[in-house]
């Protein structure tokens, strides 16, 4: 789940605001998978780490209900501020222990935050509350940051974002570096013997500076790096973004940009 970093609420705003949303694409993919496997209807959908919300509000046009779990109160406070959404439900609580029956869930979940769970407990309770059919998708970026095109200095730009990676690379948790691993072990444990890894998904769309540094800010990395020194860390942001405007020739922060971003997804089903 979102353990570490992720408790303060001006985060958790920074989080809701930046973060970015699983593409349509995997969504997709993951319906197809759930469709093959199980069939409809699709009743339940549970987002693991589901922080404030970007998966489980994806799901719910799909799903008769979602319930959204996460371990921090102010994630979860500020999916519960967006409006529109009458079928999903957040609760606090974790990956290891999931408040449902057995064979209950459809879709167990989880958007870059599978790196964050007891990977033996948490595959226990997939066994357990997974209907006969139901199936896991474990979602995330295949990267650390997305590739970025702006006219002819997008190799430049990258450069910077590589700079900013190295001095977070000291605060990176190993949960992280096990995320940007694609999730291989976990894969490798998960019992079901129907299973799939998607990978290489890539997907182009656009983004500002500011919205560029909002994302920095809301890394776990970052948070740590920040929680050890709150004004090396803004400065280093200030500093991210001037040379992003210098590189551009640009002087709004709001300037756009396109970016790419390649996902993987880890997709097993429980045996009928």
Known sequence: MTYRFFEGKDHASVYQKYRFTPPDELKNIILQYLDKKKGKPHVLAVDLGCGTGQNSRLLAPHFQAVVGIDISESQLEEAKGVPGYPNITYRKGSAEELPFPDGYVDLLTAASAAHWFDQSRFLAEACRVLKPGGCVALLGYSCAFPRLHYQDCGERLDHICEEVRQVLLPYTSNQVAVALGKLEELYSAIPFPDKERVEGLQVNSSTSVRNLMGFIESLSSFQA????????????????????????????????MKQELEYFCVLASKPL
């Open 225 to 256: 790096y920040k929680k050890k020194d709150p004004q090396t860390a803004e400065n280093l942001l200030l500093h991210t973004q001037n040379r992003f405007l210098e590189e551009m020739g640009v002087m709004s922060p709001d300037m756009e």
